[in-house]
């Protein structure tokens, strides 16, 4: 399914009409000094030391590059959609952070400066289309031995429900939800059989229980459950070992 198809140009259309709430609800986890902490304790642990250059994939308003990059690391981001980019260059900005941000597709993204060390994604697989093939091309922009970390989490077990005021039931129609097949995922381990399928190795999901207490403490985004997150980090195989 290409960036061109009606399901991807609806979710696009959502998530570029949807960047002013989303970014203000982000920058708000962002300042709050525990949510901060937290965020960076988790990719200061998903990636490793050697890891200098990073590709965030659906960097959004760039939550995961903001941070990352503050640890010192070199970061592309990558997002389909122009409203989320136009906010994540000034949260850069802001901040004085040196990040890149492209727009393109997350499921064949073009880049500059691969290959990178790690690739990172956050909330980005069960809203994607083509997960196989995005896994795929993910592991081609990746050194060998390049680590992966994505936080997802199945947000949506039990069945998509939205009502029909809801911007999203638009964008989240049968069609979509048809085509996302992570979108309704009932566990974590839904996003782990589809890396290791991909030619990952080493794949391993950590709960996000800080994450999870604090939601539980400061709530969640309107309309939204409070959903135990997941860290799951791989390795793209050395090239004279086989995936």
């Known amino acids: ?85 136009d906010f994540a260059r000034d949260n850069a900005q802001r901040r004085g952070l ?30 994607l289309p083509d997960v196989d093939t995005a896994l795929s091309n993910w592991r081609r922009l990746l050194r060998p031995g390049g680590r992966l970390a994505i936080v997802d989490a199945p947000w949506h077990a039990g069945g998509m429900r939205h009502s029909d005021t809801d911007p999203r039931a638009r964008a989240y129609d049968d069609e979509a939800r048809r085509a996302l097949v992570l979108a309704e995922a009932e566990t974590i381990t839904a996003w782990q059989d589809r890396i290791t399928a991909a030619g990952f190795v080493d794949v391993e999901a950590t ?10 403490v400061h709530g969640v985004a309107t309309d939204h459950r409070r959903t135990l997150q997941h860290l799951i980090t791989a390795r793209n195989p050395d090239k004279n070992r086989n995936a």
């Open 1 to 85: 399914m290409s960036s061109h198809s009606p399901v991807q140009e609806r979710i696009t259309w959502y998530w570029d009409q949807h960047a002013p709430a989303y970014q203000q609800f982000q920058e708000q986890r962002l300042a709050h000094p525990d949510y901060n902490a937290a965020w960076t304790r988790v990719w200061r642990n998903a990636l490793p030391d050697a890891a200098e250059t990073v590709l965030d994939v659906g960097t959004g308003t760039g939550h995961a590059a903001l941070t990352i990059a503050a640890l010192g690391r070199r970061v592309t981001g990558i997002d389909i959609a122009p409203a989320m980019l």
């Open 98 to 127: 040196d990040i890149t941000f492209v727009q393109g597709d997350a499921v064949k993204p073009e880049v500059p400066g691969a290959p990178f060390d790690a690739l990172v994604s956050r909330y980005l697989l069960w809203t």
């Open 207 to 216: 709960p996000l229980t800080d994450l999870y207490e604090l939601d539980g």
